[in-house]
T-cell receptor
Framework: SQKIEQNSEALNIQEGKTATLTCNYTNYSPAYLQWYRQDPGRGPVFLLLIRENEKEKRKERLKVTFDTTLKQSLFHITASQPADSATYLCAPLNNAGNMLTFGGGTRLMVKP | DSGVTQTPKHLITATGQRVTLRCSPRSGDLSVYWYQQSLDQGLQFLIQYYNGEERAKGNILERFSAQQFPDLHSELNLSSLELGDSALYFC?????????????FGDGTRLSIL
């Protein structure tokens, strides 16, 4: 069956460091992968989308990589700030539709 | 502000009851999605509508139903409520149906079953 795995344990890092979050998937052949941020009690907020033929995508301090051979996406936040503390969710998608199937999310805590 | 409005924000009711959750999508968006988020199941896709028609179905129980109206707002109806239905219910919208389109989420309705 299809599976999306993100680190269930919280990631604690110091302000100013780079945070790296992992999304691994099995039994999927996604054409796209989306990343969202969710704050407690709020809806997810779209951050970045990467296509299967793109190795890397950047937006300000955010960078996403997509390795279809390893079946993995990495999400990086450089120069992290306490305001980046949130849960980050990945969602791989194929070409058949756009209903999102999310991983369990990784909680990031950035300490000042 | 995502532009997606969900009402009510909180709902407390008893087992066996029926409730209706409402969603107004972002202006111009034709697709509406419903998701359920509980502590043990994470964020789960329930159902999608596009321009009034059902487009895709996920793990939606038979006790649950939804519709999208001509003005594009959507309602999720939950009936014969059970304790396990307690969760956050999110609505999201997008312009179309392609996998390259981001979804914009509301802040959810928190449903508590007593």
């Amino acid at each position: 069956s299809q599976k999306i795995e993100q680190n269930s344990e919280a990631l604690n890092i110091q302000e100013g460091k780079t945070a790296t979050l992992t999304c691994n998937y099995t039994n999927y052949s996604p054409a796209y992968l989306q990343w969202y941020r969710q704050d407690p009690g709020r809806g997810p907020v779209f951050l970045l989308l990467i296509r299967e033929n793109e190795k890397e995508k950047r937006k300000e301090r955010l960078k996403v990589t997509f390795d279809t051979t390893l079946k993995q996406s990495l999400f990086h936040i450089t120069a992290s700030q306490p305001a980046d503390s949130a849960t980050y969710l990945c969602a791989p998608l194929n070409n058949a539709g756009n209903m999102l199937t999310f991983g369990g999310g990784t909680r990031l805590m950035v300490k000042p | 502000d995502s532009g997606v409005t969900q009402t009510p924000k909180h709902l407390i009711t008893a087992t066996g009851q029926r409730v209706t959750l409402r969603c107004s999508p972002r202006s111009g968006d034709l697709s509406v999605y419903w998701y359920q988020q509980s502590l043990d199941q994470g964020l789960q896709f329930l159902i999608q509508y596009y321009n009034g028609e059902e487009r895709a179905k996920g793990n939606i129980l038979e006790r649950f139903s939804a519709q999208q109206f001509p003005d594009l707002h959507s309602e999720l109806n939950l009936s014969s409520l059970e304790l396990g239905d307690s969760a956050l219910y999110f609505c999201a919208s997008s312009t179309g149906t392609g996998p390259n389109q981001p979804q914009h989420f509301g802040d959810g309705t928190r449903l508590s079953i007593l």
